[in-house]
């Protein structure tokens, strides 16, 4: 079965950097594009940033652009998401997911496929 399981979250100061990942397994990974997805709590799952399967297209949030940066080795069947300058408002817990095409809907957390259970992120001021 498919399995999507993050790593590296934890504490962190603002302005520290964090570097998440997410191994997959289960599935042909050059063959999805992955994401990454925050929930903080009382709000709704948000989209964070989008990495196509050759890695040569990436899309961001507003709210993360220019402080994150995802990342994919294929050989790895691996995904990162390295964090930043991060600021307390991106206190949440990050998940990977897999979708199997590009959509302009790719902001949208029902049109993926696959899920990991997430990492917590805390940052403090």
């Known amino acids: 079965q498919v399995q999507l399981v993050e790593s590296g979250g934890g504490s962190a100061q603002a302005g520290d950097s964090l570097r998440l990942s997410c191994v997959a397994s289960g599935l042909t990974f050059n063959s999805y594009y992955m994401g990454w997805f925050r929930q903080a709590p009382e709000k709704e799952r948000e989209f964070v940033a989008l990495?196509?399967?050759?890695?040569?297209?990436?899309y961001y949030a507003d709210s993360v652009k220019g402080r994150f940066t995802i990342s994919r080795d294929n050989a790895k069947n691996t995904v990162y998401l390295q964090m930043n300058s991060p600021k307390p408002e991106d206190t949440a817990v990050y998940y990977c997911a897999a979708r199997t095409y590009y959509s302009n809907t790719y902001y949208a957390p029902g049109t993926y496929n696959y899920w990991g259970q997430g990492t917590q992120v805390t940052v403090s001021s």
């Open positions: 990495i196509s399967t050759s890695g040569k297209s990436t």
